[in-house]
């Protein structure tokens, strides 16, 4: 009988794992055979020692208005999540640039790194020269918001209009987490799997709803897990876990002299390692209904629009709430 069970047992788990791995073809750790919304192109970059490659789109629109902006990913996304943003502003006028910033998506993957916000804020301006572009807008979410303050601190005559949607790094977390090494990081990233993703996603994103527009991008980071180069993802990734971590922005927003767009989910309460810290410290973590209005007031020319009932991704939990303001700024 223990025979039996243990078989059906196996069996059952080998189903599942055949059922996921239909729904989850496996990539590589340059998404090769992942199609993006628009055309991909590759900007040679040699830094650090290193030959690399930053994939980017560049939408061109039908109609241009002359100007651009360019969209930032967050930590657990590339930029192929900006696809209907960069539609709607196309066809708005704009120019759209979407890089994927070295360690993610189609981007190189470099085995040593030094991860800075500077570091990539001077990829994204390299790429900029390259196009020829010398003023745009910049909007980043989650962790592609604290990159872009830093490119607008560091290049505030490029940066015309800086908008921020659900930014991390609004408050300083090293000051109440304990600090957690690039080893314990990875660690963690080595026992990531999709059903820990999604799991992830829905509890920290969307308050425990789900969809298939939430299940796609769960999936894409799912995807490249069985690869046979997935630890140096998982090495990239907790690299940049400690660049977040270790590198605050927010002590720089008096220093903002464009004017800024907040657009900030109410719902929102993510914080990194505030899983690693007593209830009655997490509890205070990550309160984006009071962070965005301390954001606001320490940013010079701040505008702030809150979306309530929305979580972190207020560009794909709640599109139409996201584009209007969004567009409305940048006129």
């Given at each position: 009988m223990k025979k039996l069970t243990f078989r059906l047992l196996a069996m059952l788990l080998m189903i599942s794992a055949n059922v996921l791995a239909q729904e989850i073809p496996v990539q590589d750790i340059y998404l090769t055979n992942y199609k993006y919304p628009y055309p991909v192109h590759f900007l040679p970059l040699h830094i650090q020692g290193q030959q690399l490659k930053m994939a980017y789109m560049d939408v061109q629109p039908s109609k241009p208005n002359g100007k651009t902006i360019v969209l930032l990913h967050g930590k657990n996304f590339s930029g192929a999540y900006w696809d209907s943003t960069a539609a709607d502003l196309s066809n708005n006028g704009y120019r759209v640039i979407i890089p994927d910033q070295i360690g993610f998506g189609k981007s190189s993957k470099p085995k040593t790194f030094q991860y800075s916000f500077q570091?990539?804020?001077?990829?994204?301006?390299?790429?900029?020269?390259?196009?020829?572009?010398?003023?745009?807008?910049?909007?980043?979410?989650?962790?592609?918001?604290?990159?872009?303050?830093?490119?607008?601190?560091?290049?505030?005559?490029?940066?015309?209009?800086?908008?921020?949607?659900?930014?991390?790094?609004?408050?300083?977390?090293?000051?109440?987490?304990?600090?957690q090494s690039v080893d314990q990081w990875y660690k963690g990233e080595l026992q990531q799997s999709y059903a820990k993703i999604k799991q992830y996603m829905m509890d920290s994103y969307y308050a425990g709803k789900w969809t298939a527009s939430y299940d796609k991008w769960a999936k894409l980071q799912a995807s490249w897990i069985g690869s046979p180069d997935y630890n140096v993802v998982a090495w990239n990734s907790a690299l940049t876990y400690d660049m977040i971590f270790t590198q605050p922005v927010l002590?720089?927003?008096?220093?903002?002299?464009?004017?800024?767009?907040?657009?900030?989910?109410?719902?929102?309460?993510?914080?990194?390692?505030?899983?690693?810290?007593?209830?009655?410290?997490?509890?205070?973590?990550?309160?984006?209904?009071?962070?965005?209005?301390?954001?606001?007031?320490?940013?010079?020319?701040?505008?702030?629009?809150?979306?309530?009932?929305?979580?972190?991704?207020?560009?794909?939990?709640?599109?139409?709430?996201?584009?209007?303001?969004?567009?409305?700024?940048?006129?």
């Open positions: 570091q990539l804020a001077q990829n994204t301006k390299a790429l900029l020269d390259t196009l020829g572009i010398k003023k745009t807008a910049i909007l980043g979410h989650s962790m592609g918001g604290m990159l872009a303050t830093r490119f607008a601190l560091m290049y505030p005559d490029v940066t015309e209009k800086l908008i921020l949607e659900n930014p991390i790094g609004l408050e300083d977390w090293k000051t109440v987490v304990p600090y002590y720089e927003f008096p220093n903002l002299k464009m004017p800024t767009l907040l657009i900030i989910g109410q719902r929102d309460r993510t914080a990194l390692g505030k899983a690693s810290v007593p209830e009655n410290i997490r509890s205070t973590l990550g309160n984006y209904p009071q962070l965005g209005e301390n954001a606001a007031k320490a940013i010079h020319h701040a505008t702030l629009v809150p979306i309530e009932g929305v979580g972190h991704l207020p560009h794909i939990e709640a599109y139409p709430k996201f584009i209007a303001p969004l567009l409305d700024f940048l006129r």
